[in-house]
């Protein structure tokens, strides 16, 4: 007789859900401008961290409390209020695990980061997009029409990615108050570009969680570090949900440098304001929109021209990020002026090198 075994199934809610596809490294790229890191890299702080560590150092598990406690400090909150995290999808992941189950809700303003709507399909729960306003505006009166009692999660990147575009603290403030049984992520990713933060009303605000990371104006990427603020005894919920160490050796040991170099951080980000500036102002000289970017990046719609444009970047080694939910737009990641001057130059010489118009004959 044969015996037939089962087939082994995931869960249901596992079975369509997206792959994150991240632009592959590839070796013909010499200048990547297309993940929003910095091209500047880290704090040399961190970098003489880093070259310090031993062997012993690297053998032992690495405590994140420690850093915890001295992030806390930084950003002016109790180090019961902060959870380090592997990267800031860490954070984001966890929050998804903890309030949505299937029969909830969870509202994300699209465009948006794609692991907000793929870690909430891994729950089971239902996501609701609620398409931003004209000119990509902070859709506040959309977003309180779809609040509900099936309503467990609602998230806003402020700045936004990959617009730009921020959302006023009155308008958070909305949002927080008319979902009080619901939690409401600020991913504040771009902090640092942008300036205005939520951070003061943790501890005060119930249902506020704020994500951070050191990915960015911190330019390290590559290790892995993101924070997670948000009221104690929910943190403390988090807490028991993450892997023992789920944070490496390398950021726990460098985070307190990396937090120390506030020169380092102001200078990189005052070159990218300035930057940024730059590329807009020669972008629409150009003829070509631009909106008005508070992050390390900046979106230019360039309309039916987008395809060559970016196959002539390609051509010359720089990676952009193509954008297929914006019609016609690329986001481009700020690098340093002369970087940011090689991407002007190719893309005028692309402009240059159109097919004249045809004449249409009578």
């Known amino acids: 007789m044969r015996v037939v075994t089962p087939m082994l199934k995931v869960r249901k809610c596992l079975e369509h859900v997206r792959e994150y596809r991240s632009p592959a490294p590839d070796a013909t790229f010499d200048l990547r401008l297309d ?26 598990y690495s405590p994140r ?18 959870l ?4 800031a999808d860490e954070g984001i992941d966890l929050l998804c695990r903890a309030y949505l189950e299937p029969e909830n809700e969870i509202i994300i303003v699209v465009p948006a980061f794609n692991m907000y709507e793929i870690f909430a399909d891994c729950t089971g729960a239902t996501v609701v997009r609620v398409p931003a306003g004209p000119d990509f505006a902070f859709p506040v009166q959309k977003i309180l029409a779809a609040i ?8 806003i990147t402020n700045p936004n990615n990959p617009t730009g575009l921020v959302a006023e603290r009155e308008d958070i403030c909305k949002v927080l108050q ?9 991913d504040e990713a771009y902090f640092e570009f942008y300036g ?11 249902n506020l969680f704020i994500a951070r990371t050191f990915s960015k104006a911190y330019g390290l990427a590559g290790i892995r570090l993101g924070i997670l603020a948000g009221p104690a005894e929910h943190i403390a919920v988090m807490r028991r949900m993450t892997s023992p160490f789920n944070v490496n050796v390398f950021a726990v040991e460098c985070l307190a440098e990396a937090l120390a170099d506030g020169q380092f951080v102001a200078g990189y980000v005052k070159q990218v304001r300035a930057t940024r500036a730059w590329l807009q102002r020669e972008l629409e000289l150009l003829g070509f929109h ?43 990641s700020i690098g340093t002026q002369p970087e940011m001057e090689r991407v002007l130059a190719v893309l005028k010489q692309a402009l240059a090198e159109r097919p004249a118009p045809q004449q249409v004959t009578r």
């Open 35 to 60: 993940l929003n890191e910095s091209t500047t890299g880290c704090s040399p702080r961190v970098l003489a961290k880093i070259r310090s560590l031993d062997a012993k150092t690297l053998a032992l």
């Open 65 to 82: 409390e420690p850093a915890e406690d001295n992030t806390a400090e930084f950003l002016g909150i109790k180090p019961s209020e902060t």
């Open 84 to 87: 380090l995290t592997n990267g």
């Open 148 to 155: 509900n009692p099936r309503t467990r999660l609602i998230v």
């Open 178 to 186: 008319a979902a009080p049984e619901a939690a409401v992520l600020v």
């Open 196 to 206: 205005q933060t939520m951070m003061d009303q943790i501890g005060k605000t119930p």
């Open 290 to 332: 631009c909106w008005p970017s508070q992050a390390n990046f900046v979106l230019a719609n360039f309309g039916e021209l987008r395809p060559a444009i970016l196959a002539a970047m390609t051509a010359q080694g720089i990676a952009l990020r193509d954008r297929p939910d914006c019609p016609g737009c690329v986001r481009i």
